[in-house]
C-alpha cells in the first residue's frame, strides 16, 4: 500500500471512493505514473490529475473532525504556488500540470499517512493535519512543507522554482463550519502572500476585521471613482545635463471628503486587488491631460510638456490599454512621444512570451517604457534586453541612507552603467540633496527627479512647476552643486 492512497478504514470519515479499485490498486504504484494517466472515473471526492482528495473529498474529512470531538487535534494549512501562473503561461498547460503533480507528491512526503492533502483549486492544495499533540506541532509542519516546496523542480529540461505561501488555522475547537475553516485558512493565506519569504502565516480575527475592512474600502473606492474623486499630483523630472525641464510624471491622488489628500499607498493594493486600478488609472490619465490642455490654451507659446503615468500590471497587459492610449491621443491631440508609461521592474521579472507582445504592442503606438523602481525586481540581463524599454527608473530606494548607512552610489553607478550600455536612459527618482545631484551628474545619470526639486503638486500649480527656475537654482555651478 502507498501512502498516497489507503483504505478509508483508516481515515475516519475518509471518502468512500478512496478505497475503490479504481484508485487504491495494489500493489504500488509511483504516484508520477499514476497521476500522469489519470482515470478519466475518477470518483467523486478525488482530484483527476493528482489523485489527492479534491474540495468535497476535504469538506466531508474536516465535518467529520469537528463533529468528532478532535478539533483540538486537527490544523488546517491553504497553500498556493506563488509562481504557477507563470509556469503555466510559459511553458505551457502540460507542464502546469506535470508540476501540480510534483507538488502534490511532496505535499504526501511532508505529511503523515493520516493527514488528508487535498487539492481544491487550480494551484491551491489544502491540507488536514490529525492527531496533533499540540497546535504548534501545525507550524513545524507548516515550516516543513514551505522548505519542501521551496526547492528546485525538474520540469523536462526546465528547472523551475514554485515557492507557496500558506495559512494556518492551528486548533479548529472554536468552530463548527467547514466554510469558516476554509475561509480564515484562507484569509491567513492571503495574509501570506504579502510576506515574501515567510514560511506560514497563523489565522488570527484581526486578520478578518482587516478582511472585512478591505471590502468596505473597495466599496468606497467605487464611490470615489463615480464621484470623480481621484485627481492627478504632477512632480517635474529633469535632465540632469543642464537642469532642462524633460517632463513630468503623473501621480494619483485620492480627494477624500473626510480625510482629506491620500497618497496611493491607502488605496493602491485594494485597488490593484479588485482591478479598479484601471478605471482609477484612467480618471487620473484624462484629468492630467485636461490640465496640460488648459495650461496650452493659457500659455499658447509653451514648449510641449512630456507626461509620465504609472501602470500597473493589471493595466499595462490588457487590451483595453491600447484602446485608452489610442482614444486619449486623439482626443487631446497629444503626439503619443509625448507619452511614457511606467511599469514597476517587479512585474516584469520572468514575463512571459505573450507579455513581450503586448510591450511590443505599446510601443508600437509610439509612446515610451520605463522600468519603474528599477533594483527591486531581479530582472535578468536577458529579460531587460529582451523588453523593448526605453530607460530605467532607480528605486528611490537606492538613493535613500538606510540604517545608519549613507545611500548606495557604487550600485547606482553600476545601474547607470548598465543602463547606458543597453542602450536606455536612466532616471533617479528620489534626489532629496544637493550631493547626490552632483554624483548623479558625475555618472551621467540621464534625468533626475525628487524633493531637492520639488514635491508632487496640484494641477493648480502645474503652470508654476513648468515656470520653475531649477536651472539657476542648482545648475549654477555646472556641476549640480549650488
Ligand atoms: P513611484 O512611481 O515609484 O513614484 C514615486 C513615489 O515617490 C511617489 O509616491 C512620489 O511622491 C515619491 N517621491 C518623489 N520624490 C521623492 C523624494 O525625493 N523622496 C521620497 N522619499 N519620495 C519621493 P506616491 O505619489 O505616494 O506614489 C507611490 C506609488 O504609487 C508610485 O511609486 C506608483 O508606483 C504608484 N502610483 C502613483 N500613481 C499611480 C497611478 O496613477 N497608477 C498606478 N498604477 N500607480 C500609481
Ligand atoms: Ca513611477
Ligand atoms: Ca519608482
Known amino acids: 500500500m502507498t501512502r498516497f492512497f489507503r483504505p478509508s478504514s483508516s481515515i475516519p470519515g475518509a471518502l468512500p471512493g478512496l478505497s475503490s479499485p479504481a484508485v487504491d490498486p495494489a500493489p504500488a504504484v509511483p504516484l508520477s505514473d499514476r497521476v500522469t494517466h489519470p482515470s478519466p472515473l475518477h470518483p467523486p471526492g478525488v482530484d483527476g490529475l493528482t489523485g489527492l482528495s479534491n474540495r468535497t473529498g476535504l469538506e466531508t ?13 486537527t490544523a ?32 504526501r512526503d511532508a505529511t503523515r499517512p493520516d493527514d ?63 466554510e469558516v475553516v476554509l475561509r480564515n485558512a484562507n484569509t491567513a493565506l492571503n495574509e501570506a ?113 512630456s507626461l509620465t503615468a504609472n501602470f500597473s500590471r493589471q493595466e499595462f497587459f490588457r487590451a483595453e490599454t491600447y484602446a485608452f492610449l489610442t482614444d486619449l491621443f486623439d482626443t487631446y491631440d497629444l503626439p503619443p512621444t ?19 507582445t503586448a510591450f511590443q504592442n505599446l510601443k508600437a503606438l509610439g509612446v515610451g517604457i520605463l522600468l519603474d523602481d528599477f533594483g527591486t525586481g531581479f530582472s535578468s540581463l536577458q529579460s531587460l534586453r529582451r523588453l523593448p524599454v526605453d530607460g530605467l527608473k532607480i528605486d528611490k530606494g537606492l538613493l535613500a541612507d538606510t540604517n545608519g548607512q549613507s545611500w548606495n552610489e557604487d550600485l547606482i553607478d553600476l545601474i547607470v552603467q548598465m543602463g547606458h550600455t543597453l542602450g536606455h536612459t536612466v532616471t533617479a527618482e528620489g534626489v532629496e540633496r544637493t550631493d547626490q545631484l552632483h554624483a548623479l551628474r558625475g555618472m551621467d545619470c540621464s534625468y533626475g527627479q525628487g524633493y ?6 496640484p494641477a493648480s500649480a502645474l503652470g508654476s512647476l513648468l515656470a520653475a527656475p531649477f536651472r539657476s537654482r542648482f545648475w549654477r555651478t555646472g556641476r ?3
Open 61 to 73: 474529512v474536516l465535518q467529520h473532525r469537528l463533529t468528532a470531538d478532535e478539533a483540538d487535534r
Open 76 to 107: 488546517v494549512l491553504s497553500l498556493d504556488l506563488d509562481f504557477f501562473t507563470r509556469v503555466n503561461d510559459s511553458l505551457g498547460h502540460r507542464a502546469g500540470n506535470a508540476l501540480l503533480v510534483q507538488v502534490a507528491q511532496r505535499l
Open 116 to 178: 488528508v492533502v487535498a487539492r481544491i483549486g487550480g494551484d491551491e492544495f489544502a491540507v488536514c493535519l490529525s492527531g496533533l499533540e499540540a497546535a504548534e506541532h501545525a507550524h513545524t509542519i507548516a515550516a516543513r512543507i514551505y522548505d519542501r516546496l521551496e526547492q528546485p523542480m525538474a520540469l523536462g529540461n526546465q528547472t523551475v522554482y514554485t515557492p507557496a505561501s500558506i495559512g494556518v488555522v492551528a486548533d479548529l475547537t472554536p468552530y463548527d463550519s467547514v
Open 193 to 305: 502572500k504579502d510576506v515574501p519569504h515567510r514560511p506560514y502565516v497563523v489565522y488570527e480575527a484581526a486578520m478578518t476585521r482587516r478582511a472585512r475592512a478591505q471590502l468596505s474600502l473597495d466599496t468606497a473606492l467605487r464611490q470615489a471613482l463615480d464621484r470623480s474623486e481621484f485627481v492627478p499630483f504632477f512632480q517635474p523630472i529633469l535632465a540632469l545635463d543642464d537642469g532642462s525641464l524633460h517632463g513630468v510624471e503623473v501621480l494619483a491622488r485620492w480627494r477624500h471628503p473626510d480625510d482629506g489628500l491620500l497618497t496611493p499607498d491607502t488605496f493602491l493594493d485594494i485597488a490593484e486587488d479588485t482591478g479598479l486600478i484601471v478605471p482609477i488609472g484612467h480618471q487620473v490619465i484624462r484629468k492630467a491631460c485636461d490640465a496640460v490642455c488648459a495650461l496650452r490654451r493659457r500659455q499658447p507659446g509653451a514648449p510641449p510638456l
Open 338 to 356: 509625448d507619452f511614457t508609461m511606467e511599469i514597476s521592474e517587479r512585474t516584469v521579472a520572468g514575463i512571459a512570451a505573450e507579455d513581450v
Open 452 to 457: 531637492l526639486f520639488a514635491r508632487p503638486a
Open 480 to 482: 549640480g552643486d549650488s
